[in-house]
């Protein structure tokens, strides 16, 4: 699965979301599920370690994993200042190939939504089972699109981030009910440089989540409500 972050866009999330920078009150809710673990974590998507970063710091073995090379010189960055340590693992999430190795695997702030199709979502679900070992869990962030959704609607933002100054548009382009998808179509504008990022999502409703997670083989599952757009899935091995 391609990043959709480059060089531009990174530095922006890197600016809006900085370390320990709650989005919905993540880093909050996720504390009581986290704190008590004694084995290894591995967090899906970590991008610059806005999240992973506060629970090392907590003393927990929560391990990186992300196929950006923009997002990570991001996180590695963000870990030396923090003067702290973690196993990164830089690949793609679809070839994940680990073995009874973890208590818990994070899907945090919408990483499921970026796989885009079923059976994407179905292999990762698979490989973090089998990741897993026995009473491991996963906890899921399911994101729902805003109902205020209007096609070809824009919003646009200035930044200025190490001296260069950063113009975001970002295009409502399409929001697709059938195939449960929003493109939003972002361009990133510098002096020197200018990327447009194609920013696909999907969304998957409480019932089809419930019933790919008993056919992998979980129990247990729990859905908790964060917030007016966030759903969390937890479920056992």
Known sequence: MES????????????????NQEIDGDITFYKPHLLPLENRILELGTGN?????????????????????EMLDL?????????LKT??????????????EFETILFTNGFLNLLITQENIYQVLK????????????????IYPNIDFKQDQQIQNVFQIHCQEITVTNTFAEIN?????????????????TEIQNFELTWIEQEQILEIL??????????????RHTIIVKAYK
Do not use: W
């Not at 196993?87 to 190939?97: A, E, G």
């Not at 992998?216 to 908790?224: A, D, N, Q, V, W």
């Open 49 to 69: 370690g806005r999240f992973l970063i506060p629970f090392l710091r907590y003393g927990l073995k929560m391990e990186a994993l992300d196929n950006s090379p």
């Open 214 to 227: 008993k056919q992998i083989g979980f129990s247990k599952i729990t859905f908790f409500k964060r917030s």
């Open 177 to 193: 009910y059938q195939n449960q998808t929003t493109t939003n179509i972002i361009e990133y504008k510098s002096e020197k440089i």
């Open 87 to 100: 196993t990164i693992h830089n690949f793609d999430v679809l070839k994940m190939n680990f073995h009874q």
């Open 4 to 19: 959709k972050y480059k060089t531009l866009s990174a530095l922006v999330y890197d600016f809006n979301y900085p370390i």
């Open 127 to 142: 490989n973090s089972y089998n990741a897993l070992i026995k009473d491991g869990f996963v906890m899921i962030d399911l």
């Open 75 to 83: 996180l590695n960055q963000n870990l030396i200042d923090y003067n």
